[in-house]
């Protein structure tokens, strides 16, 4: 059949079933993107004659004889559509990934003739992970705050993302847009258990079919335990995990691999692979998993040489501490005020899935290009699990459709790379957006019991926490987010006497893994709960509580052991002026409250600490070169995933070498580029690769001066010497690095608060006025950095009013957007962003990071202001308004 | 070249584009039709073999009965749907926009999705079925003898994604009685979230001779339809909500919490009806 795209005739032969994405992409048209294969998100959308579709959900014999129009047909780098223009203007993306989309329904006479108002409805088929939608939102409405990048200098202004042309255009090639020639799909046969044991698998009818390259099994995979969590040091998780392994611990976890010509074939043979399973007894729930006589998840396992716990109790990890007397303070308190909560799973959704396309290069090396925050720790664990020399590998990611945490593991490289070595051919392996609910990790569920002791004057004398963390079948990131989240959220509190017990704990559920935030929000959600509570029992304002018992300049920064040894310092402390500006901002009026008497109003804060930095190092080493062109060239090997951290980078070389961020070349993370860098977690790309940046940068501009002779200066337009201004490149070519260790490490504060409505009726809330203190030091980028605060309260908003994947037996029962909702426009208010005034000691330019901060003290913030409006208070995430309601109908 | 990796359908082995009535002999428990597609496209389908796609047959998306009543076919799609304009004698038409928006997806789906494949995926939150029921629409079903059988859009939807339709059936098209089409309406709806999936869907409507009927789908497990011959009194109204036993506990919402709001929704309805009572007659507006 014959079609148009973009005005240019196509013609094709689609097979039964192809949907017009598939299609799409197959000819080239790879700006239209598959954010969920279901019609839910608007990633793929296109015009066909002049009307929006869903091109995911579309049949692809209807567009015979039609035209299709994708994003890079309404504009080009150089000749931006208006519309276009207007997202760039804005910062309207942040990943980028859902923008093809956003850029063709905002496009449409439908929405160019709406009124604003009207927004939240016509793009609910529009889902964006990152931004919390308010920069999109100024998109549409052509308000604009960016600068030009072409002026000289950088540092505190609101410069464009390097990219943001070609990402408005559909030109920016994310993992999966680029062509390779002969390229092979693998697909993976799930396990349909929580628990068995593979007694026989016969692959021979897979193997028969035609086009089937080959089948991986448990047979087929090196004995080499790992985990798929990655950290710096390695020895953070534990070797549970193999490649494939005839033991089964969750439903939905690899039983095989097949590797054929086209994904289609590879599912079907898939299904005709026949698999023997003795079923296996399982254990669901995490208080009962470390009862005597509980299933043993890992069981098998040597506790040392796997680094678990407690194997034979389920135990993944655990602290024990206690500071003081804990009890003889509770004994003695005034007031004591004692919960337990619960969090849920939640899903980083990502709009781009995990995947991985492999080849073997000219030199017959394996080259890995990968949706990966961490790219060099995947380089450095695969060469140890397939016993490769690491000149033999390279790994690297193209732009990243987002992150949160999710891409901190290692999910789709290994049976790639396991594939393009047994058969030669490029490989790809594409999660689809139902694996990225059953097969992607998903946020801690926790269990979290408070009890604090106060005095009457509301200072606080005793602080018991007990805390469960459920980190299903495998144990990756689950002794790090047990430690971590029971760390700075408990610090922030000058508490003499405080006990913590805490484990995490395997079960058959779908495995756990790093979230934004790291554990640390559960862990606030109960203990900021629970001092709300000691604010209303005491009878003064929760922000006046907080003054009274945070932790300031000169105290100790530790949980319950006193003589522990921390790199964590006061950099710059920011908490004060943050509680005063979001005390001050929630003064002021917000929307009106809704008519009608079943309107409940309530306000609420809550206060989240978190180091700048992850703990026990964070590498980066930087190479920056001066060009001949007065232009430098950056190799940095973080990635970029929505973040703005190539922003920031651009930045600060413009600043030190007194260029225009436009000239500024960025190479990033590619292990055949810069040497070395830990990856794109914990906060990291500005205060650890930026800081590498900023010493490569330094380095440069001394050289250049020194080589200019004394009295030299640099300045917009080259560097001014005693003979004359001299151009930069003239000083070409010269190479300087950088590196940064990621220690000492700081600390950063976010103070959120919230005006609610509770309808007693329903259970809805409705926000009315939302702001957040931010204590980020210097801020290097206003609206990128208004962007993470504002997407980051966006994402916990959805973990506090909606977002559940329920697990039932095991079985994930959410695995489409349509049944896990994250925020929609219609969802989001605007927030408040209010900077404090602060700045770092530790970081470049004065700056902190905030990444995952701002999520943290949301849904505790929330929740006080729901318990303020209806008197009865939530303990459980997310506050939905069926439980709401049943919190007003007991 | 290869691109990508495709969720298509692959079992998929052919598309039958349809002339006429006659070729859709092809149906079958493994071939069944094909409306928009936006549902079928985004879920697996690995049951199936082929599809047939309606929407080839050239079925005119509504026309006006000679009685004064409404033909919608079945691949009349929501767009066209809501453009239907307004007449003096359809005051329900109102209700035909209400139910659309009630749709989880959003208005670019519209383009694509159409009524029959709505009805007869048989969803709990399925929009048209709310509308259908409240206004006691009848299908005209295509059996493979080359018959048709009508059936009430409430009877045909017996629970979720379960309905009277055997293989090789065909909605053709769903009609409105005059007398439905005349009669007040009105709607709520609650879901989780501001414009998330239906929690509860409440469709109703008051005859002119005052004769009341209110649909509840989204939260049970097949439309429940509640008749009065004229406006209920309030515990009435009650006692006929908590009389449903069909209440479901699912992601988008709790069975208690369902039946809670709905309760509180209709007496809005039957508050909302009440309050229009001896205004003029629609006809002659």
Known sequence: ?890 | MGWDGAMDLPTLTEVRLPASRADLAALSSSVIPLGGGTWLFSEPQDHLTGLVDLTTLGWTPWEVRPDGGLSVAATCTMAQLVAIPARDDWCALPLFRQCAESLLQSFKIWNTATVGGNIATALAAGALIGLGGALDAELVIWTPDGGERRQRVADFVLAQRVTTARPGEVIRSIEFAPEALAATTAFRRIALSPLGRAGTVLAARRDRDGSFVLCVTGGTTRPEVIRFPDLPAPAELAAAIGAIGTWFTDPHGAADWREGVSALLAEEIRQELAQQEGSTPCGSR
Not at chain 1, 384 to 401: H, K, M, N, S, Y
Request: hydrophobic share 40%.
């Open chain 1, 1 to 890: 059949m014959r079609f148009e795209v973009n005005g240019e005739p196509v013609e094709a032969a689609p097979f039964p079933g192809q949907c017009l994405r598939t299609l799409l992409r197959e000819t080239g048209r790879t700006e239209v993107k598959k954010g969920c294969d279901a019609g839910d998100c608007g990633a793929c959308g296109v015009l066909v004659d002049g009307e929006p579709v869903h091109s995911c959900i579309v049949p692809a014999h209807r567009v015979a004889g039609r035209s299709v129009t994708t994003v890079a047909g309404l504009g080009t780098p150089e000749h931006l559509s208006p519309v276009q223009q207007r997202f760039v203007e804005a910062a309207g993306f942040q990943c980028g990934f859902c923008t093809a989309g956003m850029v063709v329904t905002a496009s449409t006479t439908t929405v160019q003739e709406a009124d604003e108002a009207d927004l939240p409805r016509l793009f609910k088929g529009n889902l964006c992970r990152c931004t919390g939608y308010r920069s999109i939102r100024d998109a549409l409405a052509g308000r604009g705050a960016t600068e030009e990048r072409g002026v000289a200098g950088g540092i505190g202004r609101a410069v464009r993302a390097p990219a943001a042309e070609r990402v408005v255009t559909g030109r920016e090639a994310y993992t999966l847009d680029t062509a390779t020639t002969a390229l092979t799909h693998l697909a993976v046969l799930k396990s349909p258990h929580a628990a068995a044991r593979i007694r026989r698998i016969d692959a021979g009818a897979a193997l028969a079919m035609p086009g089937v390259l080959a089948v991986l099994t448990h047979e087929d995979v090196p004995q080499v335990l790992f985990s798929t969590g990655r950290h710096q040091n390695r020895l953070e998780d534990p070797d549970d995990t193999l490649i494939l392994d005839p033991v089964l611990r969750f439903a939905g976890q690899r039983v095989a691999a097949v590797v054929a010509e086209t994904i289609g074939l590879a599912e079907a043979a898939c299904r005709a692979i026949a698999v023997d399973f003795e079923v296996l007894p399982a254990v669901f729930d995490p208080e009962a998993a470390r009862r005597p006589g509980a299933p043993l998840v890992h069981g098998d396992k040597d506790a040392a040489a796997s680094r678990i716990s407690e194997p034979t109790r389920n135990v993944v990890a655990q602290k024990h501490g206690e500071l003081g007397s804990v009890d003889a303070a509770l004994e003695e308190a005034d007031v004591v005020v004692s919960g337990s909560w619960r969090t849920a799973r939640v899903a980083h959704a990502s709009l781009e899935t995990h995947a991985t396309r492999g080849w073997l290069d000219a030199d017959g090396r394996l080259v890995l290009r990968t949706s990966s925050q961490v790219p060099y720790l995947v380089h450095a664990e695969l060469c140890r699990i397939l016993g490769l020399e690491p000149d033999r590998l390279r790994v690297f990611t193209a732009r990243v459709g987002g992150g949160f945490g999710g891409k901190q593991e290692l999910l789709t490289e290994d049976l790639v790379a396991l594939a393009v070595l047994r058969t030669g051919r490029p490989v790809q392996y594409e999660f689809t957006r139902e694996d990225e609910f059953t097969n992607a990790p998903l946020r801690h569920p926790k269990r979290v019991e408070v009890t604090l002791g106060a005095t009457a004057d509301g200072v606080l004398t005793a602080m018991d926490v007990d805390v469960l963390a459920d980190t299903g079948s495998y144990g990756n990131h689950g002794p790090g987010v047990l430690f971590h989240g029971s760390h700075e959220s408990l610090a922030l509190y000058r508490t003499p006497n405080r006990r913590v017990d805490a484990e995490s704990v395997y079960t058959n559920n779908p495995p756990s893994g790093a979230f934004r935030g790291y554990g640390l929000g559960q862990v606030m959600f109960a203990l900021e709960s629970a001092m709300d509570e000691v604010a209303r029992r005491v009878g003064i304002s929760p922000f006046e509580l907080r003054r009274r018992n945070a932790i300031r300049p000169g105290d100790p920064i530790l949980v319950t052991d006193a003589d522990e040894e921390t790199d964590l310092q006061y950099g710059g402390y920011g908490l004060p002026e943050a509680l005063d500006l979001a005390e001050a901002a929630l003064a002021e009026p917000g929307e009106p409250v809704p008519t009608g008497p079943d309107w409940r109003v309530g306000e609420g804060m809550a206060v989240g600490m978190i180091a700048t930095m992850p703990p026990r190092g964070h590498f980066s080493e930087v190479r920056l070169t001066l060009d001949a062109d007065g232009g430098a060239s950056l190799d940095v090997g973080t990635a970029e995933f929505g973040n703005g951290t190539t922003t920031v980078h651009a930045q600060i070389v413009a600043e030190l070498l007194a260029i225009a961020p436009d000239r500024v070349r960025i190479r990033s993370s590619d292990t055949d580029g810069a040497r070395y860098d830990t990856g794109a977690f914990g906060s990291a790309g500005t205060v650890v690769a930026g800081k590498a940046v900023h010493l490569a940068a330094l380095t440069m501009r001394d050289r250049v001066l020194a080589a200019a002779g004394p009295g030299a200066a640099l300045e917009a337009g080259g560097v001014r010497t005693v003979t004359g201004l001299r151009p930069l490149g003239g000083f070409a070519p010269l190479e300087t690095t950088g590196s940064a260790d990621g220690t000492p490490r700081g600390l950063a504060f976010n103070v959120h608060a919230f005006r609610v409505a509770v309808h007693t009726g329903t259970g809805e809330v409705r926000i009315l006025k939302s702001v957040q203190g931010v204590d980020a030091g210097t801020v290097l980028n206003p609206e990128q950095l208004r962007g993470q605060v504002e997407g980051g309260t966006a994402q916990a908003i959805g973990s506090a009013l909606y977002e559940e994947v329920q697990v039932v037996d095991g079985h994930v029962v959410t695995r489409t957007f349509r049944n896990y909702h994250i925020p929609q426009m219609a969802d989001v208010p605007t927030t408040e962003v209010l900077f404090a005034g602060t700045y770092d000691d530790l970081g470049p330019f004065g700056a902190k990071s905030m990444s995952e901060a701002p999520y943290n003290p949301v849904a505790p913030a929330l929740a006080n202001a729901i318990r303020d409006a209806i008197g009865v208070r939530p303990f459980e995430l997310p506050m939905s308004r069926d439980r709401i309601w049943r919190l007003l109908h007991p």
